[in-house]
């Protein structure tokens, strides 16, 4: 397992293995965007148990960008102080926690579709998931949303995260520009690939501007939308490209909208059974045409499939497998190489609004412990 604990460079930090993270929304977070104790005590955990970097989940970067009402946000100074208190918490149990920053487009929760009193995409239309009417964001609408952006990443390196990642995954706001299904416009923002991801790039500017080039900024993008007419993975490779020659200094890649799912192709999140490392071919092609470090996401939970994937990728992010075993790393670590116990049964994701963040079965098996 000489790979999985290899250390790695991302911009200016270091991390001590391989093994991501990847962003999850816990749902434990004030109806005004503060993490609770429970949030907390969730990541420092998941710290002790020795997983390389953890990517928090999303934090909105206004009330707009809201896609669920217990997430994170980073829309107002007064989130600075209880991050800065979840960070250090963080650090203290060793680890490297990024936040990830979101604007939901008209992609939400449908607690929070049943709030909002306008939804605003790319263009004019009835969005075909949630059947509501989406409003076409107006040219100074664009230049608020960069410059929340910036603002929300700025809160982010003051409230103590050791990065920042901007979320460009799953159908929200920047997915959606990149995406020809749901981008019909005109203007400078809509048209060729570029055209369509000049919003990411202006957000990425901003982002940079706001944090300075030694602070880490990662993407996470998907480079297949999951249907046809959606984003393809050439057009997401070129987007890639794009970003790294701006000077990104990591991309997670992702694939599947919610759309996907509706059209009768894919989701991000694959139910069982799925196939290790269902998008790794994406990430693959993506690292052909990067010089930054790419991150391969979605149903990794074999040590040795990892094992083989990082001869080609520079590291392997997982979800679902945290949630069940937050000691996972530190379990293989300990030569104990059995695959991740997490059957991908997907009730982590009612949790999350239920009672926040958690598996069934990781609840039993700690309460059998304690016997
Ligand atoms: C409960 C849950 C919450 C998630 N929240 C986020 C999120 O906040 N941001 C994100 O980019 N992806 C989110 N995802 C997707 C995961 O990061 C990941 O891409 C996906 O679950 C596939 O990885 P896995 O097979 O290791 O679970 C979430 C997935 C689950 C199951």
């Not at 749902?27 to 928090?56: H, N, Y």
């Not at 390196?157 to 019909?184: D, P």
């Not at 599947?256 to 071919?281: N, Q, R, V």
Request: glycine share 10%; with cysteine; hydrophobic share 40%.
């Amino acid at each position: 397992m000489d790979r999985m604990f290899q250390t790695w460079s991302m911009g200016q930090i270091e991390l001590s293995n391989r093994l991501v993270r990847s962003a999850t929304v816990e749902g434990l977070s004030t109806e005004d965007g503060r993490p609770t104790q429970k949030l907390i005590d969730k990541l420092t955990e998941l710290a002790a148990g020795g997983v390389g970097m953890i990517i928090a989940g999303t934090a909105y970067i206004s009330p707009e960008g809201q896609a669920d009402k217990t997430s994170t946000g980073l829309h107002g100074d007064h989130v600075i102080q209880p991050l800065r208190r979840m960070c250090r918490a963080v650090q203290q149990a060793n680890g490297i926690l990024a936040a990830q920053l979101l604007h939901c487009g008209s992609t939400a929760g449908a607690q929070m579709l049943g709030q909002k009193e306008v939804l605003f995409g790319p263009s004019a239309m009835v969005d075909p998931v949630s059947k509501l009417r989406v409003e076409a964001l107006s040219r100074d609408h664009v230049l608020k949303i960069i410059n929340d952006y910036g603002k929300a990443a700025a809160r982010a390196k003051k409230a103590g995260f050791n990065a920042v990642q901007i979320h460009a995954a799953h159908g929200y706001l920047i997915n959606q520009f990149l995406s020809r299904s749901r981008n019909h416009r005109n203007d400078q923002y809509g048209g060729s690939v570029q055209n369509r991801g000049r919003l990411l790039y202006q957000v990425y500017e901003e982002i940079r501007g706001a944090v300075g080039h030694d602070y880490p900024v990662m993407i996470k993008m998907s480079a297949h939308d999951g249907f046809t007419g959606g984003v393809m993975p050439e057009e997401a490779a070129e987007t890639a490209s794009t970003l790294d020659a701006l000077g990104i200094d990591a991309i997670e890649v992702s694939a599947g909208t919610p759309e996907g799912a509706c059209a009768g192709g894919w989701d991000h999140i694959i139910p069982a059974p799925f196939t290790e490392g269902s998008f790794f071919e994406y990430a693959a092609l993506i690292k052909d045409t990067v010089q930054c470090p790419v991150i391969t996401v979605e149903g990794w939970r074999d040590p040795l499939k990892i094992e083989r994937a990082l001869e080609s990728i520079d590291a392997v992010s997982m979800s679902r497998p945290f949630i069940r075993e937050p000691d996972l790393v530190n379990r293989w670590a300990g030569g104990d190489l059995s695959p991740a116990k997490c059957t991908s049964c997907n009730t982590c994701l009612d949790l999350i609004s239920e009672s926040g963040l958690g598996c069934i079965f990781h609840e039993k098996t700690e309460k059998l412990k304690k016997r």
